[in-house]
């Protein structure tokens, strides 16, 4: 490794400055979220001063001061603009309406709005982004700025094509709406979901009751591209309407999110196919479809002799009519600036210089929305540019070019090849091999064979480097974002530098027929060959990618990995390649390792290696004789408007005792609202906390705001078996049991009476009786009643007064420390009889913030109260913890930290 030397910095900083002014800017951008209190115009004297200072240093022929001012000062730029855009806000804005309670919140008001995102279908339901104009507050019209996802569930009675068309962006209308204010699911390792909507300007979620209520709508647009971009969208979507209607719809999916960025159709299994071969990229429109459709067009537009400036002014207006048509995603909007400026460069200078073109495209979009910076598409976006600007290009030209170079000019002496690379020392060694060959073949085999044989050559070595080319990308573009996408996603593809050689030309290929099929529609004499050429082409391209992903061992879902490692390994990377040091494997091999850990941690290996230690370390003594002196911890999840515990048992075992609720699919990179319970918060919890796989997983009943995020867990993780009351088969059941069976499950149904130990902890179920046999799955929960020396926990599921009624019949059993609060606190539980049995001295309540039913019902709180239970709710504090070693105990909330601690009674 190079020592930095100051000359050797100002060197590089006058090669690339955009670089370093770049990297310094994001910085500011990235500090400013740590400003709480501050003074704008003192910042911005001391941004002046840092300047003047620069130039004054820079005037004395002292550089390396100069360079530390300049790019300090570059900093606090940083700093100005991403506090300016996140505090700087005039008086109409839904941000200071809402901060001062003068937007209507929770009751119907009639807005007007445009809508400026799409309309994807969730099922039943369209949702849209809309920008608010005004809205009506009494009797009065008031002038709002903001954005609001308007969600609205479609009557059967519905047609359901006409009405998504007719509500395109730019798109106005005025209708009654309720809004609320969008709230997290306060866990750790949830994600921040408001602060992701609020980096998008979208500060409400609102829903309309009916469509009907949509009083006028409008589809004038002051923009004149709109209405084209509009047809476009609807001329796309009539084409792969046979395909969707007679055809794979699956394939008429892939197509629609080729095309145009549609993932409104795209269902569950077939994104989860591109994402475990790590190709998801190819349906998410990014660079790859901007360069193909450039570059098909300036290959055109040379054939029929087009200027060299008209080409690219061309190509640049197709590149944003594109744009327009798929929505301004990180990818398309990066793409776009790249080619102006490449063509500002090859108008002007007629040079230009991937790397300054790439962080020149990164600092305009930054400059213009700081809030780029945290979004995952920008940040995989750039770093994958980043990845083959600065590591598969010079790996290219150092290793594989020189090799195949040489061998592809076999047979022409014009073209020696002299450098003394090892690369190119190679390259001339197969070369002469070749050529010897060649003359010998020439002169006993019959004439004409030897130019046969130099062009079979020519075709390999262009083949080596195109192939070639295409796997070092890939490999260096996995070695840049792999990590990150383990910390987005929890997905490791270890298939992906191998399979995106292969995927990406398809992809290519069925854009390409997409884009012809849409082009020869309407057109008679075509008929529907384009666009059964291009339905095929999508299926061979599914079928492709579902094979990849079925490979053994090709993906895995994996924890996640911690934040600082994933800054410093991308730190690694920019330095060693900016500083041009030697040894570049040793970044490389910092995120090979870090994945290699993060893969470990995916199963149980870290957690028994922390057992052991702690074994080890920390032995105590018990009534049992010798145990580990680690406790049994609680966790009562928010998960909105249902149920999820995970239980730590003190031998590291750990259970999942339901898995939260509704089931919302999401559409893609610009997905509005929908996501998987299981997914995004019982399984984020679960790799959060590097917590391996669950040895039980435990069904309390089969209501769908406690069953709806298993299948989740089921494909996420190893799971060792499942737990289910016995109860009627219904379609809930049914599709967890199938999903059990796919993976090699076992599945257990319980009921009362079952007991074991884990550990040292006793588990007896309490609740339903072998052979239940009532209408209501609430009354047929499981009722789960922990034991660990001086503590005792009662887990009651959704039971019901009826259900209570049974317990009761047993009352020495109920007595408890810790309740678990039975169907969220609905009334038609947690009896005072109930309460007189258990004694609680805890209760936790799950449920959701301002929900429609009412839970927790003031009845029931008032009963605990009465009691003398102190009550937790979920809603209020986000997920509450209990943890205890048996003798003393400590609870605390992701919200308020440590609630109470002491000794157990």
């Not at 085999?445 to 480097?465: D, E, K």
């Not at 082009?519 to 094979?547: D, Q």
């Not at 020495?812 to 309740?819: F, I, P, Q, Y």
């Amino acid at each position: 490794m190079k020592v930095l030397r100051p000359a050797t910095l100002i060197r590089l900083q006058s090669d690339r400055p955009v670089v370093t002014v770049t990297l310094f800017f994001a910085s500011g951008i990235g500090l400013s979220s740590l400003c709480n209190r501050y003074e704008f115009w003192g910042l911005a004297a001391a941004g002046l001063i840092l300047i003047a200072a620069s130039f004054l240093s820079y005037l004395r022929n002292r550089t390396l001061s100069a360079f530390i001012l300049a790019q300090s000062a570059v900093l606090l730029a940083g700093m100005l603009v991403g506090l300016a855009h996140r505090d700087g806000y005039d008086a109409q804005d839904l941000r200071r309406l809402l901060s001062r309670q003068e937007f209507p919140i929770g009751e119907p008001v009639l807005f007007e709005a445009r809508i400026t995102e799409g309309s994807p279908l969730f099922g039943e339901e369209i949702e849209v982004v809309v920008e608010i104009q005004r809205f009506r507050k009494k009797k009065a019209w008031i002038a709002g700025k903001g954005k609001g996802i308007l969600r609205f569930t479609i009557p059967d009675s519905f047609d359901r094509r006409p009405l998504q068309d007719s509500l395109a962006p730019g798109t106005a209308l005025i209708s009654w709406a309720v809004w609320k204010i969008p709230r997290n699911f306060e866990n750790p390792g949830s994600n921040d979901r408001v602060s992701s909507l609020a980096r998008r300007g979208i500060f409400l979620t609102g829903r309309v009751k009916s469509p009907r209520l949509i009083e006028s709508i409008s589809q004038e647009s002051s923009n004149p591209l709109i209405p084209l971009v509009n047809s476009i969208r609807s001329r796309v979507r009539d084409t792969l309407e046979p395909v969707r209607k007679t055809g794979d719809r699956r394939a008429a999916a892939i197509m629609a999110c080729l095309l145009i960025g549609d993932h409104s159709a795209l269902d569950y299994e077939t994104r989860e196919i591109f994402q475990n071969a790590g190709s998801f990229h190819i349906l998410v429109v990014s660079g790859l479809h901007v360069a193909w459709i450039a570059g098909a067009w300036l290959v055109l537009a040379k054939c029929m002799r087009m200027p060299e400036r008209l080409r690219y002014l061309t190509a640049a207006g197709i590149i944003l009519l594109y744009a327009w048509t798929v929505g301004f995603q990180a990818g398309i909007t990066r793409c776009l600036w790249m080619f102006l400026l490449y063509l500002t460069g090859r108008l002007i200078l007629r040079t230009t210089d991937a790397v300054n073109i790439i962080f020149s495209a990164a600092l305009i979009l930054l400059s213009a929305h700081p809030d780029r910076l945290y979004q995952t598409g920008f940040q995989l976006s750039f770093l994958s540019v980043s990845a083959i600007a600065l590591t598969a290009v010079p790996a290219i030209n150092r290793w594989l070019q020189p090799v195949l170079q040489p061998l592809k000019n076999a047979g022409n002496p014009d073209r020696m090849f002299l450098e003394p690379a090892p690369g190119y020392r190679l390259g001339r060694r197969l070369r002469t091999q070749f050529e010897l060959f060649a003359e010998w073949a020439s002169d006993t085999l019959p004439f004409g064979v030897s130019g046969i044989l130099f062009f079979i050559s020519r075709l390999a070595a262009y083949s080596g480097i195109a192939l070639g080319s295409m796997i070092l990308l890939s490999i260096a573009v996995q070695i840049w974002i792999a990590p990150l996408i383990a910390f987005h996603f929890n997905r490791i593809s270890w298939i992906a530098p191998l399979s995106n050689p292969i995927i990406v030309p398809l992809a290519s290929l069925t854009l390409a027929s997409g884009i012809l099929a849409v082009t020869a529609s309407g057109i008679a004499f075509c008929g529907s060959a384009p666009v059964r050429f291009a339905e095929g082409s999508a299926s061979l391209l599914l079928n492709l990618t579902e094979y990849i992903s079925g490979i053994p061992g090709a993906w895995q879902r994996c924890p996640t990995p911690p934040a600082t490692a994933i800054l410093a390994g991308i730190l690694l990377l920019f330095l060693w390649k900016f500083f041009q040091w030697k040894r570049p494997w040793v970044p490389c091999g910092f995120s090979i390792i870090l994945l290699a850990v993060t893969s470990l941690g995916s199963t149980n290996f870290s957690r028994n290696i922390l057992y052991k230690i702690r074994a080890t370390i920390q032995p105590v003594e018990t009534d049992q004789g010798p145990k580990c002196s680690s406790r049994l911890s609680l966790t009562f999840l928010d998960v909105g408007e249902g149920d999820s515990i995970i239980i730590r048992f003190p031998d590291e075992r750990l259970w999942v005792l339901d898995a939260g609720g509704l089931r919302r699919v999401s559409s893609g990179e610009n997905a509005v609202d929908g996501f998987d319970i299981g997914e995004a918060v019982v399984s984020r919890y679960l790799w959060h906390k590097w917590a391996g796989n669950p040895d039980r997983v435990i069904l309390s009943h089969t209501d769908i705001d406690h069953a709806g995020g298993i299948p989740a867990l089921l494909r996420n993780f190893k799971v060792g078996r499942l737990d289910y009351p016995r109860c009627k088969m219904d379609s809930i059941l049914s599709g967890i049991l199938r999903i059990t069976r796919q993976r090699r499950v076992p599945a257990t149904p319980v009921n009362a009476g079952m007991e074991e130990k884990v550990g040292p902890v006793t588990v007896r179920i309490l609740h339903p009786p072998s052979h239940p046999a009532r209408p209501s799955t609430n009354d047929n929960s499981t009722v789960h009643a922990l034991s660990f020396r001086h503590f005792r926990a009662l887990l009651t599921g959704d039971l019901e007064k009826r259900g209570e009624a049974e317990l009761l019949a047993h009352p020495a059993s109920l007595r408890c420390l810790l309740l678990k609060v039975a169907h969220h606190g609905s009334r038609s539980g947690t009896s005072s009889a109930f309460l007189d049995a258990t004694q609680p001295r805890w209760a936790v309540v799950s449920a959701g913030y301002d929900n429609p039913f009412g839970h927790p019902s003031p009845d029931v709180l008032h009963r605990l109260h009465r009691h003398g239970v102190r009550v937790y709710q979920t809603s209020n504090e986000g997920a509450v913890t209990f943890t205890t070693d048996g003798v003393a105990y400590e609870i605390r909330s992701y919200i308020s930290g440590l609630l109470e601690s002491g000794r157990l009674e």
